[in-house]
């Protein structure tokens, strides 16, 4: 129920969704190795592809300059500069800083068609993109689990 509530406001868990397995991701490891690398709610969100609970996360309401790096593998992933305030709850960015970093993949989770952001080079997930971010900014809201990144203060 949490999950379906969850879903509605466009970032939630995907479940463990099978990535293409033809991908050659560089620094891909088995669940066991990121278990031992990951706390537990890194592990969660981003091996499990779960969620947080809107606006009780960390960087939803973070104001300070600095840039989104992958909690995985430290690549910066996000900038404070391209950071908005949708209103969801979670930490919603109009674009990567560095395209490359990520990708965009198709989610059919829980009935729903949507796209889910993985970290390229290792298949974990990160969270979603939707088309109803800023206009002028490019339209795009990458609305990110704050268990798969860290922020690093400029």
Not at 52 to 78: C, I, Q
Not at 129 to 145: H, I, L, T
Request: net charge positive; proline share 5%; glycine share 10%.
């Amino acid at each position: 129920m949490i999950v379906s509530v969850l879903a509605a406001f466009g970032c939630d868990n995907t479940n463990g969704q099978s990535k293409k397995a033809d991908v050659k991701r560089p620094m891909a490891k088995p669940a066991a190795e990121w278990k031992k690398k990951l706390t537990p709610n890194e592990y969660e969100i981003m091996v499990n592809r779960g969620t947080e609970p809107p606006y009780k996360n960390a960087y939803y309401d973070n104001h300070e300059k600095g840039v989104y790096v992958s909690a995985a593998t430290g690549d910066v992933l996000f900038s404070s500069a391209d950071k908005f305030e949708s209103g969801t709850g979670w930490p919603s960015f109009v674009k990567a800083v560095d395209a490359g970093k990520i990708e965009v993949v198709h989610d059919n989770s829980y009935g729903m068609s949507r796209d889910e952001v993985i970290e390229k080079s290792t298949g974990l997930h990160l969270g979603h993109v939707f088309d109803d971010g800023p206009a002028d900014r490019g339209g795009k809201r990458y609305c990110m689990n704050s268990g798969a990144l860290k922020f690093v203060k400029k």
